[in-house]
Nanobody, 125 residues
């Protein structure tokens, strides 16, 4: 099981970024994928997750209406489109997975045990 996140960078408030998580060693039909973030001095928290079979999604209240998760099974890739970015969105963003998870388990970081290396998003003017 491998995941590789990319797409982070420096963006001004109000701007947009799209993160990608390329996976290998498993199928997106079988494993949910979660996007999590960790700001300096804070714990890693769920941002958005997408289930495997029905593609149902979950979003943290802080990003609802601004972020959107989608996936392309043919490319083994999950995306996190981030719009209207705010300085408080600054963090290292990780994609994660594990067996038998669903999008609603996004609030339980501890059950997600496979992680990509993280990509830094900095929102600043």
């Amino acid at each position: 099981v491998q995941l590789q996140a990319s797409g982070g960078g420096l963006v001004q408030p109000g701007g947009s970024l799209r993160l990608s998580c390329v996976v290998s060693g498993f199928s997106l039909d079988d494993y949910a994928i979660g996007w999590f973030r960790q700001a300096p001095g804070k714990v890693r928290q769920g941002v958005s997750c997408i289930s495997s079979r029905d593609n149902s999604t979950w979003y943290a209240d802080s990003v609802k209406g601004r972020f959107a998760t989608s996936k392309d099974n043919a490319k083994n890739t999950v995306y996190l489109q981030m719009n209207s970015l705010k300085p408080e969105d600054t963090a290292v963003y990780y994609c994660g997975t594990d067996k038998a998870l669903t999008a609603t388990m996004c609030t339980m970081t501890i059950v997600w045990n496979y992680w990509g290396q993280g990509t830094l998003v900095t929102v600043s003017s």
